[in-house]
């Protein structure tokens, strides 16, 4: 088969797994597993460079119109963390309470839109910046999605006993939070011309983010894992994962000297920001070194994960020697596999390979290849 992105799947990171109820699942099992694996986690961290293998079991459901049925998330995420055990990696899958990308919008009055079959979506209701800042926000634990997502949080805590590890909900960077709030066009010539106001509400916006972290944390304690996310992670870690991915509509010095601080401002209660875009980020990568306090990266590193993925992978050799982990996602076969990472890998760097094999014998073949390859 081409080796490229198949735009007839719903999701191509996703696996296809059955659904457990809580009461049929194997908490000593996992707790067994998951203690395992964040040893090995551990002693990465601690690293100046190496190798780890994250077999990642996303489901596709739960990140998209299933995402409104807590039960039926839950139940397919269990599925997940059971299947994930017959894979040889590095790194434990976790419980992840997705509710949609809107989250932060909600505290402007923004409500979802469910079309059949679809994540849910929301539309900008303002038309400028300074309408965004002349309004009282609200604080999202108020909101209606914000109260969703700590129930759903409570949910999977009360039904798990917090005996499984789970991440915040997917947050988003401030900047990506912009074309939910107002037209995007609008906000590149307010970058432009009003620089100031918009820094003033990325700043609002990461405060709003900040607050309702504190309120999913009190409810998650120490089952909480980091960066979290679409992020290989583990209690033994640290950093927030946000998405990023308009950040490579704008410079990398717009970007560092704009966005970034709102970015930082999230990560640094947590340990630091955990840096993600979609699409071919290569020019930025300069930029998103220089952020305070860097603790992970994330990008796509090959034709079938991502339309856009990066073909300038010896680029990212400057994560080289600097202590801030690359999470490479490669969707492939083991041929795939080798050439991107061998491509990739240079000596000096803290690499995590996320990868999607269909069956576990094909995954111990390319975990002991990848540990050969970034020996």
């Known amino acids: 088969m081409a080796k490229i992105f198949n735009n007839q799947l719903a999701d191509a990171q996703a696996t296809q797994v059955l659904p457990i109820k809580p009461e049929a699942f194997d908490f000593d099992g996992y707790e067994a597993y998951s203690a395992e694996l964040n040893r090995f986690c551990d002693s990465f961290w601690k690293q100046d460079a190496g190798i780890a293998v994250y077999r990642r079991m996303r489901v596709g459901e739960c990140f998209s119109f299933g995402c409104r049925d807590m039960k039926r998330s839950l139940e397919l995420q269990l599925g997940a963390l059971e299947k994930s055990r017959l894979f040889r990696a590095d790194v434990p899958n976790f419980l992840e309470p997705w509710y949609g990308i ?5 505290a402007f009055g923004g409500d979802y839109i469910w079309e059949a079959g679809n994540a849910p979506a929301l539309k900008p209701v303002f038309s400028t910046i300074d309408e965004l800042l002349a309004f009282e926000v609200q604080e999202i634990a108020q909101t209606k999605i914000g109260h969703h997502t700590l129930e759903m949080i409570e949910y999977f805590m009360d039904q798990t006993k917090g005996r499984l590890p789970i991440s915040l909900t997917d947050i988003q960077s401030p900047l990506n939070m912009i074309s939910h709030l107002y037209p995007l066009d609008q906000f590149f010539m307010d970058l432009l011309m009003e620089p100031e106001k918009v820094r003033q509400l990325l700043d609002l916006l990461a405060d709003l983010s900040v607050r309702f972290n504190r309120e999913q944390m009190k409810i998650i304690g120490d089952s909480l894992v980091y960066p979290g996310h679409g992020f290989a992670s583990s209690a033994k870690w640290s950093g927030l994962g946000v998405s990023d991915d308009n950040a490579i509509m704008i410079s990398p010095e717009q970007y560092l000297e704009i966005a970034a601080p709102s970015v930082e401002k999230i990560g640094a209660p947590l340990g630091g920001p955990v840096f993600h875009a979609c699409g071919d980020w290569s020019g930025w ?37 600097t202590g801030v982990v690359l999470n490479a996602r490669v969707v492939g076969d083991l041929e795939t596999i080798r050439e991107q990472v061998t ?25 002991h290849l990848l540990h050969e390859i970034c020996k």
């Open 102 to 106: 809107g989250t932060v919008a909600s």
């Open 343 to 367: 491509r990739l890998w240079t000596p000096g760097m803290k690499l995590v390979v996320v990868t999607y094999c269909p069956s576990a014998e094909e995954q111990e073949k390319a975990y």
């Open 285 to 321: 990568i300069d930029a998103v070194l220089r952020m305070k306090g860097l603790k992970m990266a994330d990008g796509a590193f090959s034709p079938e994960t991502d339309p856009g993925a990066t073909n300038n992978l010896e680029a990212f050799h400057q994560f080289a020697h």
